[in-house]
Structure formats: structure tokens, C-alpha cells
């Protein structure tokens, strides 16, 4: 069964750092593309950061490519989301995603994998 798996979430003081973990599961799922999205309350969601599968491609969204870092582990098939200088704004679930397209895409239509998410919560 295929599957993603986030971890990592929790609550953060302002400008503090959290490490999201998540874990592809599945004997023959071996995804190209990895990313992230979020979705705060009221809000559609949003695209953060996605990876090829070597690593060496990489997409951020605007508001947030100063202070998050994507990064994979394929041999432990397992894709990362470090988030430093934390804002309350950056409060929302936050879901992993993947794909077997090579494009590394920003669209929610791109991916059709997806965790269940993880709650970040920044207190001001």
C-alpha cells in the first residue's frame, strides 16, 4: 500500500525552527518528485517547496524560500521540509506530497500522492 507519512509538527515559538519528516511507504513506490504543501485555517492551499529525485532541482514558493530548505533521502525514501525563522503566519497543516512526474511542479493537479498532514502551530 502506498503511502506518505509527515512527522515533525507541533508547536514553535516565533522564529524558532522545525524539521518535518516524510516517510514513503510501499514496497514499489519510489516517487520522482517530492514536495510540500500547507493549508492554514480559512485559506486555500498553498504550495511550499517541492525536489526532483536527485536533488539537484529544486522549487520554492516566494514567501517562503528565505527560510525553508527541502531536501531527500532516497535510500531511506524519505523527503524533509526545515523551516527556520518561524512566523505565526506560517501556522497551517502541512502535507507531503509526490509524484512520478519528473516536472517539478507547484500545482496541487501535479501531484497525486498525498500525506495525511502535519499540525504547525507558530505562537506569537
Known amino acids: 500500500q502506498v503511502q506518505l507519512v509527515e512527522s515533525g509538527g507541533g508547536l514553535v515559538q516565533a522564529g524558532g525552527s522545525l524539521r518535518l519528516s516524510c516517510a514513503a511507504s510501499?514496497?514499489?513506490?519510489?516517487?520522482?518528485?517530492m514536495g510540500w504543501f500547507r493549508q492554514a485555517p480559512g485559506k486555500e492551499r498553498e504550495f511550499l517547496a517541492a525536489i526532483s529525485r536527485s536533488g539537484d532541482t529544486t522549487k520554492y514558493a516566494d514567501s517562503v524560500k528565505a527560510r525553508f530548505t527541502i531536501s531527500r533521502d532516497n535510500a531511506k525514501k524519505l523527503v524533509y521540509l526545515q523551516m527556520n525563522s518561524l512566523k505565526p503566519e506560517d501556522t497551517a497543516v502541512y502535507y507531503c506530497?509526490?509524484?512520478?512526474?519528473?516536472?517539478?511542479?507547484?500545482?496541487?493537479?501535479?501531484?497525486?500522492?498525498w500525506g495525511q498532514g502535519t499540525q504547525v502551530t507558530v505562537s506569537s
Open positions: 510501499g514496497l514499489f513506490f519510489n516517487p520522482n518528485t
Open positions: 506530497v509526490a509524484t512520478y512526474k519528473v516536472l517539478v511542479a507547484d500545482a496541487e493537479r501535479d501531484y497525486n500522492y
